[in-house]
């Protein structure tokens, strides 16, 4: 009689590698935004990738970090909190990471941003920025990557209550003209988080994939497999790409990027704030500048007068006690907004053509 043993053994060891593999769970994609970050995972019962909703049911999570004399906050709990604690509040982190403090574009940040920006320990090739913070009544120092890795943590969360289990693989996006050294940092800010980063992927090549996979088989809307040259047009809240993609069947070739790393949203925002700023000096003589929750209630007020400038020609902003219990009153037209940030449109411009 014929022993199987050895083949029952076999069996039995691919089944429990199986059962290892499920109870892990799927690699997951997750979209590290300057503003926005999400997290999504293919279902092959449906053939297309889920984007998976948090706690609050919202398919993006704001890229915000917090701290208090209790806990930290990220997300939207982050980002509520902001005004009371603008010093300790933590946002716009891609445009740090990857980069050496001394850099032109993180001195004119730090001019912006309400949270402490230091020179941290020089790795040889310069110093590296740190973010100072009080946290639970101690004075803390975190790399750009620690808080990345915080808002990371934060979508394996989000993945893992969606799943049911534990998620250790991801791939994570960028924008296409990081370069080598934000590219490693994004990758250490994932090890950090506890994640196993499969790959780097551009942010604009992801998309392409993405629309790829939906159109799959009815590319040219008649069910055959045409060629089909795609423009990918990725402006977001901190950093701008643009891509030409070539798509054939499963074969996805970039032939040209062009884009900005540090021209999105937030300088749009920016601008309407120095506008808002100069406005109430004038009217009040006072400066508001130096004060971090003035500019902070401000900048907010500034992003909602934005998205109304989407679909109406003129808005107005209303801020009550701003500074020193002055209340601040004004009006915005779409005209006045795309003036104000005409060179930025001027270089989108420049970077769809040259594409």
Same mark, same amino acid.
């Given at each position: 009689m014929e022993d199987n043993s050895p083949d029952v053994e076999v069996e039995e060891e &691919? =089944?429990?590698?199986?059962?290892?593999?499920? @109870? /892990?769970?799927?690699?997951?994609?997750?979209?590290?935004?300057?503003?926005?970050s999400c997290v999504g995972v293919w279902q092959p019962q449906h053939a297309r990738v889920e984007i998976i909703t948090n706690d609050l049911g919202n398919r993006t999570t704001p890229s915000w970090v917090a701290f208090t004399d209790v806990e930290r906050h990220i997300g939207?709990?982050?980002?509520?909190?902001?005004?009371?604690?603008?010093?300790?509040?933590?946002?716009d982190v891609k445009r740090l990471i990857g980069r050496k403090f001394g850099d032109e574009i993180v001195q004119n940040?730090?001019?912006?941003?309400?949270?402490?920006?230091?020179?941290?320990?020089?790795?040889?090739?310069?110093?590296?920025?740190?973010?100072?913070?009080?946290? &639970? =009544?101690?004075?803390?120092?975190?790399?750009? @990557? /620690?808080?990345?890795?915080?808002?990371?943590?934060?979508?394996?969360?989000?993945a893992e209550a969606y799943l049911g289990k534990q998620v250790r693989k991801a791939v994570i996006t960028v924008p296409s003209y990081f370069n080598d050294a934000q590219r490693q940092s994004t990758k250490d800010a994932g090890v950090i988080a506890g994640l196993d980063v499969l790959r780097i992927i551009n942010e604009p090549t992801s998309a392409?994939?993405?629309?790829?996979?939906?159109?799959?088989?009815?590319?040219?809307g008649s069910g055959d497999s045409a060629v089909k040259n795609i423009l990918v047009f990725d402006l977001g809240g901190g950093t701008f790409d643009v891509s030409?993609?070539?798509?054939?069947?499963?074969?996805?070739?970039?032939?040209?990027?062009? =884009?900005?790393?540090?021209?999105?949203?937030?300088?749009?925002?920016?601008?309407?704030?120095?506008?808002f700023v100069?406005?109430?000096?004038?009217?009040?003589?006072?400066?508001?500048?130096?004060?971090?929750?003035?500019?902070?209630?401000?900048?907010?007020?500034?992003?909602?007068?934005?998205?109304v400038l989407s679909s109406a020609t003129e808005t107005?902003?209303?801020?009550?006690?701003?500074?020193?219990?002055i209340d601040f009153s004004s009006n915005i037209t779409r005209a006045l907004f795309d003036?104000?940030?005409?060179?930025?449109l001027k270089i989108v411009w420049c970077q769809l053509r040259s594409a």
């Amino acid at each position: 009689m014929e022993d199987n043993s050895p083949d029952v053994e076999v069996e039995e060891e &691919k =089944g429990r590698i199986s059962t290892e593999e499920e @109870e /892990e769970g799927p690699a997951i994609g997750i979209d590290l935004g300057t503003t926005y970050s999400c997290v999504g995972v293919w279902q092959p019962q449906h053939a297309r990738v889920e984007i998976i909703t948090n706690d609050l049911g919202n398919r993006t999570t704001p890229s915000w970090v917090a701290f208090t004399d209790v806990e930290r906050h990220i997300g939207e709990s982050a980002q509520n909190q902001a005004a009371m604690n603008p010093s300790n509040t933590i946002f716009d982190v891609k445009r740090l990471i990857g980069r050496k403090f001394g850099d032109e574009i993180v001195q004119n940040d730090i001019k912006q941003w309400p949270f402490k920006v230091i020179a941290g320990p020089d790795s040889g090739c310069g110093e590296k920025p740190m973010i100072a913070v009080t946290y &639970k =009544g101690e004075e803390k120092q975190f790399a750009a @990557e /620690e808080i990345s890795s915080m808002i990371l943590q934060k979508m394996k969360s989000i993945a893992e209550a969606y799943l049911g289990k534990q998620v250790r693989k991801a791939v994570i996006t960028v924008p296409s003209y990081f370069n080598d050294a934000q590219r490693q940092s994004t990758k250490d800010a994932g090890v950090i988080a506890g994640l196993d980063v499969l790959r780097i992927i551009n942010e604009p090549t992801s998309a392409a994939i993405a629309y790829g996979l939906d159109k799959k088989g009815t590319v040219s809307g008649s069910g055959d497999s045409a060629v089909k040259n795609i423009l990918v047009f990725d402006l977001g809240g901190g950093t701008f790409d643009v891509s030409i993609v070539k798509m054939e069947e499963d074969v996805f070739e970039v032939k040209a990027v062009n =884009g900005d790393t540090h021209l999105g949203g937030g300088d749009f925002n920016n601008r309407m704030v120095s506008h808002f700023v100069a406005e109430f000096e004038k009217k009040h003589k006072k400066n508001i500048s130096e004060d971090a929750r003035a500019l902070g209630r401000l900048r907010a007020a500034c992003e909602r007068a934005k998205r109304v400038l989407s679909s109406a020609t003129e808005t107005s902003i209303n801020i009550d006690c701003l500074f020193e219990g002055i209340d601040f009153s004004s009006n915005i037209t779409r005209a006045l907004f795309d003036k104000m940030n005409l060179d930025c449109l001027k270089i989108v411009w420049c970077q769809l053509r040259s594409a």
